[in-house]
């Protein structure tokens, strides 16, 4: 038998906190949420490993350590309200939960996002919308938002998704091409955007009228 917690625990440690991420409150939300129910029984064992893993639909759940990264890199309030672009597993729908007022997340393949809806509500996140719809388009009618997050690779900034960012929100976002992006902070202000690049980073295509085309 496998033991989640210390595995859970081994993970933060090492991935977490040994490559850097100092925000308590991400790592609590890390060492809290049970990323191996977000992954099919079959590949529980490798949960808490330091890689992506598949969750069907040619689509994947993120290594911990970029999720923890972009986590920290949105600065999340209690009472602040956030967006998710690509619920996938809905782990990271999760993290978010743990550290923000309320979670808008949106999902384009429709299993996924049933699938995701059901385990987080079973885990007790009330303060989480998801919907299925081009992420790309953003929430428009819940905007403006603190926080916006895309866990997939965009060909460039979504202009819906800023126009949809308070004032002094934060934007967290990989660009590039369909192999390789740079995972960017956008800070929205009165004069402008202010764009920070936080590293390499491989995601799967952003797909939808201001992303990627599908395929």
């Known amino acids: 038998m496998i033991d989640f917690p210390k595995s859970r625990l081994r993970m933060v440690e090492e991935q977490i906190i040994g490559r850097g991420i100092k925000d308590p409150k ?39 350590y970029i999720v923890a990264l972009m986590t920290e890199a949105l600065k999340l309030e209690k009472r602040g309200k956030v967006l998710e672009i690509g619920t996938g597993s809905g782990y990271q729908t999760a993290i978010l939960a743990e550290l923000a007022g309320k979670v808008f997340s949106i999902e384009r393949i429709r299993l996924i996002a049933i699938k995701a809806r059901r385990l987080i509500y079973e885990l007790g996140y009330l303060n989480v919308e998801i919907k299925f719809s081009d992420g790309t388009s953003g929430w428009a009618e819940e905007s403006p938002f603190d926080a916006i997050i895309v866990t997939a690779g965009a060909p460039e900034i979504p202009q819906p998704l800023v126009d949809q960012l308070a004032i002094g929100g934060r934007l967290v976002v990989p660009v590039g091409d369909p192999y390789s992006q740079d995972l960017l902070r956008i800070i929205k202000t009165e004069q402008g955007m202010k764009k920070e690049d936080l590293g390499g980073c491989r995601f799967v295509k952003l797909i939808g009228r201001h992303g990627w085309e599908d395929e």
């Open 26 to 64: 991400v790592i609590a939300a890390m060492k809290k949420v049970p990323r191996h129910l977000f992954v099919e029984e079959a590949l529980q064992s490798q949960a808490y490993s330091d890689h992506p893993l598949p969750i069907g639909e040619k689509q994947t759940i993120s290594q911990p």
